[in-house]
């Protein structure tokens, strides 16, 4: 079952949100954090369609807000990504039911938690070096998010899918993570930002060697999150939306644990 009780997160507000947040969370990697659950196959109209299933805890709050693409806060709601991961379609991802469970455990109602989502599907590690459009892009939108007094907590980073066909990718992949991570702190100035990864469900390949690199990384501050044994659609690649808000809550439950 890819769903729950359903609402509408189609109307956007026109305006920025006077609410200004004071947690901020990063969402970055690929596809499986942009979201693609609950995208299926339009076949009369030959397409991709979002079937706009939002289960309760991906549900909106007036507390949870998202960074657009034109670097305006707003009320956030699903797909989080769509007008930032614009190549493909987006559906439900992570970030919601992560932000959700996250400000149900935080000790005071006046915190506004703020999610600055840039995800971009199919893209391996390499295009995300320092210098890149997507690195750059990510760094620009997490220093605009601060503008206006919220805090980094952490980023949440789901990405890997991209870099298991090849053996050199692969067994590169620790070096190029410990690598971005190093060059994201410095270039925020944030030497001690909590990184959250996921350990990638999905991809085939040398699979089990990114894998290997994901949860053996040592650096302080990063904590990984394995989604392997999380449902999968019929592509055998992304995650379903009941595995997605398996998967941020778990992840709401590991920066809870480690950095809450």
Not at 67 to 88: F, M, Y
Not at 165 to 190: Q, T, V
Request: aromatic share 4%; with cysteine.
């Amino acid at each position: 079952m890819e769903g729950g009780s359903t609402t509408s997160g189609e109307d956007k507000p026109e305006s920025q949100s006077r609410i200004t947040p004071t947690q901020i969370f990063i969402l970055s990697g690929q596809s499986n954090m942009a979201g693609r659950g609950g995208v299926v196959k339009d076949h009369h109209h030959n397409r991709w369609v979002w079937d706009k299933t939002v289960p309760p805890e991906c549900a909106p709050n007036s507390s949870i807000l998202r960074l657009s693409a034109d670097l305006r806060w707003e009320e956030a709601h699903e797909p989080l990504h769509v007008d930032i991961d614009t190549g493909k379609v987006c559906g439900v991802g992570p970030g919601m039911a992560f932000a959700n469970a996250v400000r149900k455990r935080l000790e005071t109602d006046s915190a506004v938690i703020g999610l600055v989502p840039c995800a971009s599907g199919g893209t391996a590690i390499k295009e995300w070096v320092r210098g890149s459009h997507l690195y750059e892009r990510m760094v620009k939108r997490t220093r605009e998010s601060m503008k206006r007094g919220g805090k980094i907590k952490a980023v949440l980073w789901y990405q890997g899918e991209s870099d298991v066909s090849n053996i050199d990718d692969a067994e590169s992949y620790g070096s190029n993570m410990d690598r971005l991570i190093k060059n994201l702190r410095h270039d925020l100035n944030l030497p001690s930002l909590p990184i959250i990864q996921v350990a990638i469900a999905s991809g085939g390949g040398y699979i089990d060697k990114v894998r290997e690199a994901q949860l053996g990384l040592k650096l302080s501050n990063v904590v990984c999150v394995d989604a392997k044994g999380l449902p999968l659609k019929p592509d055998n690649l992304h995650l379903t939306t009941e595995a997605q808000v398996q998967l941020g809550l778990s992840l709401a439950k590991a920066y809870l644990a480690n950095f809450g």
